[in-house]
C-alpha cells in the first residue's frame, strides 16, 4: 500500500508519463493532458511554494471551481508537505475568512478576478497569508502582478520551474517524510447546522478510502470519468483519489450547466453526481414526454403513470408486471432510455449518486430506463466512504454494502456508527467537539440514523438533527416526504418539511424557473417565474402533487398546508455547494411564513397559503 496520497499520483508519473492522464477543454476544443504533464507542474508548484516559505505542515487554500489546476495545486501543496485546504467557489467573503483565520493558512490558490476580490475584502483579517496566485489572470509582464500579494499562475510556473531543479533534492526529502498519520487535508463541513469545522483528514484515510473503492470494483484502469462535483467536497476528492489509484483518465466538465453537454463530448464511462442533477434529468425528460400534444402526450402519461406504479411495487419488494407494464416499457422507457444512453455518451456503464439521499422513485425511473445509478454513502469525516451499491447488486433505497475496510453497527436509538481506517483523525484545533463523536475505541457516531436490511445494505432513514417529533409524538423524516413530493412535479425544485412540536407537517416549496417559464409558455400564461409561482393554476399543480404524496404516506405524515415562495433557493445562499438545503438556515428566515401556515382553523384537507 502507498505510504501517501502523493505516492498514488507519483507512481503513474514514474511509471506512464506518456499516457493521457487529464483531459480539459480549452478555446473550443478538448485538450488532453499526460501523467508526466501532470508530474511537472506538480513539481514546479512544490518548489513554487518552497521558494514562498511553505514549512512541512503548512496549510495552502484552493478556493476555485473544479478545473485541472485544481488537483496540480493541491498535489503540489502536498508534494511540498503542506496540507491542503479547499474553499468552495461560491463561499462569500466572510466565509472565506473564516476558513483561512481558523486553519492558519500561509498561501491561497484563487480562481479568478472574482475570488482574488473576496480575498482581497478580508486581507486584513489574514494577515498570514503571504501570496495568492490566481490561476485565471495576466501574466505578471502584461500587467497581471500589480502587487506584492499576488501573483498569476503562469509565471508562477515559470519562475517555480526555473527554480525546481535546484530545489528538487528538498523535494524529495519532504515527500519521503510523508507519512500515513500525517495531515494531508483539512476539509471544512459545509455548515448546514452551524459553524464549519475543519475535518483532518490523513493520507491512510485516502489511500485506504480509493484503494477500497477499487477494490469492488467502482473504478478501474479502462475508465474515463467525467468530473464537475466541486473539488472542495470529499466526495470529489474521493473520485480524484480513485483516479490516482486506478491511473485511469479523468475529464473536466467545463461548468455545472454544461455538464450534460460534455458527457456527450467526452463519452465517459462512469460519473458522480449529486442527487439534484438526477432531480433535474428526470424532471426535463417527464415534462417533455407529458407535455407532447394529442395522443403521444396521452401515452406518455399513462407509461409515466404505470412507471409510478411499477416502482411502489417494486419498493414493496414486489415483481412489477401485466399487459400495461409490458406496453409502457416498449412504448416509452425503451425510448427514454436510447435517447438519455445517446445524450450521455453511449458508454455510460453506470453513474453513482452520493452527497444527499437519492429519491427511490427517481432510481426507479432511471432503472425503467436502463439507466444504472450506484448509490452510496459516505460523510466528511469517513473520507466519503462507507458503503456503495455495486452495478450488478443494486438495492434501491439503499446505500449498498459497507466496503470491506468499513466496520458498521447501529447504537440503540438507531444511529449509525462506524469503525476503519477511512475515519478521520478529529475536529482541527476542537477536541471537545472530536470527543462528542468519535470514541476512544475509535467508533465514529455519524448523527445518521439507519437500518441493514436481510442483504446485508444499509439504508438511511434521517438525519438525527432533522427528525421531526410532532405534537403528538410521532418521529418524522422529513427527507422522505421532500424527496417523494419533489419526484411528484417537474416544476418543484426544493421543499423544506417544517412541524417539529407541532399538531401536523406543513411545507415550504420552490419552484424550477427554467421548467416553470417554458410550462407557462405552453399553457399561453405570460410572466417570469416570480409571477408564475404565484398563480393560481400552478399552486393546484403544486397542492395536487402533495395529494398524491399524502396517499402513500401515514396521516401523522402528511402535509396539511404549503406556501410557494416566488424564487428558488441559491448556492451559497440556502443551498450547499452541493446543492443540499441548508435547513436551519431556511427555517430561521422562513419563520414568519411557517407560523402563518399554522394560523386557525386547522385545515380540513391539503391548502396552499
Excluded at 501573483?151 to 528538487?168: C, K, Y
Excluded at 489511500?207 to 464537475?228: H, K
Excluded at 431556511?586 to 380540513?604: A, H, I, K, S, T
Aim: hydrophobic share 40%.
Amino acid at each position: 500500500m502507498a505510504l501517501s496520497y502523493f505516492d498514488l499520483f507519483q507512481h503513474n508519473v514514474d511509471t506512464r508519463a506518456d499516457a493521457v492522464a487529464a483531459r480539459c477543454k480549452r478555446e473550443g476544443s478538448w485538450l488532453d493532458l499526460t501523467w508526466g504533464d501532470l508530474g511537472r507542474d506538480t513539481d514546479a508548484v512544490s518548489a513554487g511554494l518552497l521558494r514562498l516559505g511553505i514549512e512541512p505542515g503548512d496549510r495552502v487554500c484552493v478556493q476555485s471551481n473544479t478545473r485541472v489546476e485544481w488537483p496540480v495545486a493541491d498535489l503540489g501543496i502536498v508534494g511540498a508537505g503542506g496540507v491542503t485546504v479547499p474553499i468552495y467557489q461560491s463561499n462569500t467573503p466572510e466565509e472565506a475568512a473564516y476558513i483561512l483565520e481558523d486553519s492558519g493558512a500561509v498561501a491561497v490558490f484563487a480562481e479568478d478576478e472574482i475570488q482574488l476580490a473576496k480575498l482581497r475584502e478580508v486581507r486584513d483579517r489574514v494577515p498570514r497569508v503571504r501570496r495568492v496566485i490566481v490561476f485565471d489572470r495576466e501574466p505578471a509582464e502584461q500587467g497581471g502582478g500589480d502587487d506584492d500579494w499576488v501573483l498569476d499562475w503562469q509565471t508562477f510556473l515559470r519562475e517555480s520551474r526555473e527554480a525546481a531543479e535546484s530545489l528538487g533534492g528538498e523535494l524529495r526529502e519532504r515527500r519521503k517524510r510523508l507519512e500515513p498519520g500525517g495531515l494531508a487535508t483539512l476539509i471544512y463541513t459545509s455548515g448546514t447546522t452551524g459553524r464549519p469545522k475543519g475535518v483532518m483528514v490523513t493520507h491512510e484515510n485516502l489511500v485506504v478510502a480509493g484503494e477500497a473503492t477499487v477494490g469492488v470494483g467502482i473504478f478501474s484502469p479502462e475508465d474515463i470519468q467525467l468530473l464537475f462535483l466541486p473539488l472542495a467536497h470529499s466526495f470529489a476528492k474521493l473520485l480524484t483519489v480513485g483516479w490516482y489509484a486506478t491511473g485511469s483518465l479523468m475529464a473536466f466538465a467545463e461548468s455545472i450547466e454544461k455538464v450534460v453537454d460534455n458527457m456527450g463530448e467526452v463519452r465517459p464511462t462512469f460519473m458522480a453526481s449529486v442527487p439534484r442533477i438526477f432531480e433535474k434529468v428526470h424532471a426535463r425528460v417527464v415534462g417533455e414526454a407529458s407535455g407532447k400534444p394529442g395522443l403521444q402526450g396521452k401515452i406518455a402519461r399513462w407509461a409515466l403513470a404505470q412507471g409510478e406504479q411499477a416502482a411502489r411495487r417494486q419498493a414493496r419488494g414486489e415483481t412489477p408486471g401485466g399487459l400495461g407494464w409490458t406496453l409502457a416499457k416498449a412504448l416509452v422507457f425503451k425510448k427514454v432510455g436510447r435517447r438519455l444512453e445517446q445524450r450521455f455518451g453511449g458508454r455510460l456503464r453506470f453513474f453513482i449518486s452520493g452527497g444527499a439521499p437519492l429519491s427511490p422513485e427517481i432510481a426507479y425511473f432511471f432503472q425503467h430506463a436502463g439507466i444504472s445509478i450506484c448509490e452510496g454513502y459516505g460523510l466528511t469525516e469517513t473520507s466519503s466512504v462507507t458503503s456503495v451499491n455495486l452495478p450488478e447488486r443494486i438495492r434501491i433505497g439503499t446505500v449498498g454494502a459497507p466496503v470491506p475496510e468499513m466496520e458498521v453497527r447501529l447504537a440503540d436509538d438507531g444511529e449509525i456508527l462506524l469503525r476503519g481506517k477511512t475515519i478521520f483523525a478529529g475536529y482541527w484545533q476542537q477536541p471537545e467537539a472530536t470527543a462528542e463523536v468519535l470514541s476512544d475505541d475509535g467508533w465514529f457516531a455519524t448523527g445518521d440514523i439507519g437500518e441493514i436490511d436481510e442483504a446485508g445494505h444499509l439504508k438511511i432513514t434521517d438525519r438525527k438533527k432533522d427528525l421531526i417529533i410532532t405534537a403528538g409524538g410521532k418521529n418524522v423524516s422529513p427527507q422522505n416526504i421532500e424527496n417523494q413530493l419533489k419526484s411528484k412535479s417537474p416544476l418543484i425544485s426544493q421543499v423544506v418539511v417544517y412541524g417539529d412540536r407541532r399538531p401536523y407537517l406543513v411545507a415550504l416549496v420552490t419552484l424550477e424557473p427554467v421548467a416553470l417559464e417554458e410550462w407557462g409558455g405552453a399553457q399561453g400564461l405570460a410572466g417570469d417565474a416570480a409571477m408564475l409561482s404565484q398563480r393560481q393554476e400552478v399552486r393546484q399543480l403544486v397542492q395536487h402533487a402533495v395529494i398524491g404524496v399524502n396517499r402513500e404516506l401515514p396521516r401523522y405524515e402528511t402535509l396539511k398546508r404549503f406556501a410557494v415562495l416566488d424564487h428558488d433557493f441559491e448556492v451559497g445562499d440556502l443551498l450547499t455547494p452541493t446543492l443540499k438545503v441548508r435547513r436551519k438556515l431556511v427555517n430561521d428566515r422562513y419563520m414568519d411564513l411557517f407560523e402563518e401556515l399554522y394560523e386557525e382553523p386547522p385545515p380540513g384537507r391539503v391548502v396552499a397559503l
